[in-house]
């Protein structure tokens, strides 16, 4: 991010809601004010016990030592959110080495804090534990801790845990209990995870258990998991690490009922399964998910759920695996369906090379070509509608929408509604007709068909038929579709 940039935008938001920004860096000192970049805090301790609803802590990138928790305990408002964030797009490491086994790195019991862009690794138990309301971790890694990387419990409700990634995370001596992310036990509802990773944590890559609680609901999209049962070196966690991908709930007493929806999310090469009932009585919604060499089943849900509770399979893909799913699972347009012949041929790779790789400079995850699927794959435009954005004449099959050359830009491309160009100052100018007067949206995909770029046109802009996109594109081809309810117009972008 420009430097320039950074602070007029820090001094807009201060100046718009009267906040205070405080700045913490390894060089400062906390007997500072801590209010210029010239004048930091040594701790964000320090700096937590000052902010207040609407301020910002901006910590400088370097390694902060920690022997305590870091709790937080105060909130933000609705309209006053509290803001943690690396300075400049920097890079705090936060090291819990020095905490006790047993102690966590840090306790969020506040509510509406954001905090995005950092590293929390060696804590005596989890990185992070969240028990408020309302707050967005974003952009952040959680690993080699002794218990899960990231845990939402004692009623932690309406959180967003937005690209982030937690992995190698192990918890001695039993090495039973640590996930990448949990969302479980006395967990609250409405938790939602997007664009996150776990890998190689010694338990599962999510887990929903509950106990305390019952009835909660939690939503995981664009989430990818692999190798869990396994330390970080790939030997074996041993007989009580579970090794699923996505442990969807289940309880003491097999009663209790965890609502868990999955959407366009990847399990593969797990020691277990890669996406678990286990013994969950609540909704159950598995759409347009990948299952891929997992040791137990890709796709399990063999047992009884509560009275009015539904479990749904739908536009699914399973290779070189195997699935449990009783009668009472509703399964339409999956790649076990008969119409359909699979192998690898239908995809572009089968080879993992970049899935743990490096993030984009927005936190986004990577490109790779793993598992999408390829041209002339009979999974293409084979999947049923089922309300999330989708390029081509209906969504595929799969966690992964296709390259969408695949499936023939003559097909899709009506010029006569809907063009895009690049302007000479690096703007992407979308022309339309044909709208009527509800909101619409503008995705832009990229030639492997990964959403890259996201916009809403409101009632007010349509009636100009053009919509102008600020572009931070890279060079390539790129794939325009303009969404308004079952109004799809797709166009091509050239980008240079």
Request: aromatic share 12%; charged share 20%; hydrophobic share 35%.
């Amino acid at each position: 991010m420009n430097r320039l940039f950074f602070f007029v935008a820090i001094m807009l938001i201060a100046n718009c809601s009267y906040s205070a920004t405080y700045y913490v860096s390894p060089n400062g000192v906390d007997s500072n004010n801590g209010t210029s970049v010239d004048n930091p805090f040594s701790s964000i301790v320090a700096a937590v016990s000052k902010v207040s609803a609407g301020d910002s802590i901006l910590v400088m990138g370097g390694v902060y030592n920690h022997a305590v928790t870091i709790s937080i305990s105060k909130s933000g408002t609705q309209t006053d959110t509290i803001f943690m964030l690396a300075y400049n797009d920097e890079h705090p490491v936060l090291d819990f080495s020095g905490t006790a086994f047993g102690k966590r790195g840090i306790s969020l019991s506040g509510s509406y804090w954001k905090i995005k862009g950092f590293e929390m690794v060696n804590a005596g138990d989890n990185a992070m534990i969240i028990s408020g309301a309302n707050n967005t971790i974003e952009f952040c890694s959680f690993h080699d801790n002794k218990d899960t990387g990231l845990q939402l419990g004692n009623g932690a409700n309406n959180n967003k845990i937005i690209n982030c990634d937690s992995y190698y995370n192990a918890d001695p001596t039993d090495f039973g209990d640590a996930d990448g992310f949990a969302a479980k036990l006395d967990v609250g509802t409405n938790n939602y995870f997007y664009g996150c990773r776990a890998w190689n944590n010694v338990d599962d890559g999510w887990d929903g258990y509950m106990r305390g609680n019952d009835d909660v609901t939690t939503v995981l999209e664009n989430c990818w998991t692999w190798s869990n049962g396994y330390f970080k070196d790939g030997s074996d966690g041993g007989a009580k690490a579970n090794g699923n991908g996505f442990k969807v709930g289940g309880s003491d007493d097999k009663n209790l009922k965890h609502n868990f929806t999955l959407i366009n999310c990847l399990a593969f090469f797990n020691k277990s399964k890669g996406f678990d009932q286990n013994n969950n009585m609540g909704d159950m919604f598995f759409y347009n998910c990948t299952g891929f060499g997992n040791e137990g089943y890709d796709f399990s849900i063999p047992k009884a759920i509560a009275a009015g509770k539904k479990a749904e399979v739908k536009n699914c893909v399973l290779f070189n695996g195997s699935k449990n799913l009783a009668s009472f699972v509703v399964q339409e347009n999956n790649s076990w369906d008969s119409q359909f012949e699979i192998d690898e041929n239908d995809f572009i790779s089968i080879d993992t090379t970049g899935i743990s790789g490096a993030r984009k400079p927005d936190g986004s995850l990577p490109d790779i070509a793993f598992m999408h699927l390829a041209e002339g794959s009979d999974l293409i435009d084979a999947g049923i509608d089922l309300g999330y954005d989708y390029v081509g004449k209906a969504p595929d099959l799969g966690a992964f929408e296709s390259n969408f050359t695949s499936v023939g830009f003559n097909d899709l491309i009506d010029e006569q509604s809907i063009i895009a160009y690049q302007t000479s100052d690096n703007q992407i100018v979308i022309a339309y007709n044909n709208l009527n007067k509800q909101n619409a949206k503008v995705n832009i995909y990229n030639a492997i068909g990964q959403l890259v770029s996201k916009h809403e046109i409101d009632v007010v802009d349509q009636r100009k038929n053009v919509f102008v996109v600020e572009s931070s594109l890279q060079q390539g081809m790129y794939v325009v579709v303009l969404l308004q309810g079952a109004l799809h117009q797709t166009t091509k972008l050239i980008v240079e």
